[in-house]
Nanobody, 123 residues
Framework: QVQLVESGGGLVQAGGSLRLSCAAS????????MGWFRQAPGKEREFVAA????????YYADSVKGRFTISRDNAKNMVYLQMNSLKPEDTATYYC????????????????WGQGTQVTVSS
């Protein structure tokens, strides 16, 4: 089994920064695509960013491109999401997820999920 544990969420003012971390255990980490998703109240879960297992190529949703940076440390089984220039519309629960599909974006392509960490951006 795979366990994913997120941390780093919190309350921040608009324009501020947060860094989310995801600790992974279980199956081979280095050959998994790792992604971040978010879900705001009353909305569907949406893709934020992911990083491929082959070459560590990052890719992002248009709404966060240029503000968020995803990275991974395969030696530590960790994935990070650096979030800068945060906006109130970034407020959501953020989830770390694992996929066996390279460059996956859809929620149904991810088969393991963390419990989520809350990010609240005040205006």
């Amino acid at each position: 089994q795979v366990q994913l544990v997120e941390s780093g969420g919190g309350l921040v003012q608009a324009g501020g920064s947060l860094r989310l971390s995801c600790a992974a255990s279980g199956r081979t980490f280095s050959t998994a695509t790792m992604g971040w998703f978010r879900q705001a109240p009353g909305k569907e879960r949406e893709f934020v960013a992911a990083i491929s297992w082959s070459g560590g190529i990052p890719y992002y949703a248009d709404s966060v491109k240029g503000r968020f940076t995803i990275s991974r440390d395969n030696a530590k089984n960790m994935v990070y999401l650096q979030m800068n220039s945060l906006k109130p519309e970034d407020t959501a629960t953020y989830y770390c997820a694992r996929s066996g599909i390279n460059y996956a974006r859809a929620t149904y392509d991810y088969n393991f999920w963390g419990q989520g960490t809350q990010v609240t951006v005040s205006s």
